[in-house]
């Protein structure tokens, strides 16, 4: 199976106010565009998957009060996890080390608050599911702006998730490097890493109104991977040395040498 079909929408790696959306203002000049050129042109850095597990070594996650210990353990606990309750998904183990390789925007250079915590689509009213919803949006003045501040707001009902944009995040960029990279996963995995950290829509059960038939489709997916990201995090810490020829084995099936970042 192929990878989920290219955005049809706006590029969700540029963070924009969403008069800067090519169907709202027609003045691009009055928009404040905070691009992330540098990591959507992928020319960070060349490295193959394990070479990006490794990097995760030097970051905890200051958003994660479960895991005080590197993302890279974590990754093979979501991992080993997964092919225990799942055998013979090979596809699905690989996901849990993948999950949160775009992690590394942060030892590049990115701030944590740019790279982790939960994601939510931009252009309408927060839901109410969305963490500190009543604290972070108080000032924020697209909720004073009747384009912005339905529920709708700049989309259509059931337009889909490939057409909302979303806040930056490690999920947006490591789904782009799935797909500029050509990973031979199928959709459920794009999914499973687009929307791992989408709490309010997978969990908090919020904004359906935007989801299309095949969203919800792979909706269950999602919250099937979200119980071994969640649940897998403890403090006996994986023989990653035994666990590193298998995982080997499933990157060069599906997403062999060495990537672009």
Known sequence: M???????????????????????????GSFRNYTHAQFRSFSYK????????????????E???????????????????????????????????LHDLGKVLALAGE?????VGDTFPVG?????SVVFHDSTFQDNPDLQDPRYSSDLGMYQPHCGLENVLMSWG?????????KFNNFSLPPEAFYMIRFHSFYPWHTGGDYRHLCSEQDLAMLPWVQEFNKFDLYTKCPDLPDVGQLRPYYQGLIDKYCPGVLSW
């Open 63 to 97: 958003s994660d009060p479960d895991v005080d210990f590197p993302n890279s353990f974590h990754a093979f606990q979501t991992a080993e996890g997964i092919r225990q309750a799942h055998p013979n998904k090979d596809w699905f183990h690989l996901v849990g080390l």
């Open 46 to 61: 060349r490295m193959a998957v394990l070479e990006a597990v490794d990097m995760l070594d030097r970051l905890v996650d």
């Open 2 to 28: 192929g990878s989920i079909p290219p955005n049809q929408g706006p590029d969700p790696s540029l963070v924009y106010r969403p008069e800067g959306h090519p169907e709202a203002a027609k003045d691009k």
């Open 124 to 128: 309408c009213r927060p839901q109410a």
């Open 111 to 115: 701030p944590q608050w740019a790279v």
């Open 170 to 178: 490690h999920d947006e960029y490591m789904y782009q490097v799935m």
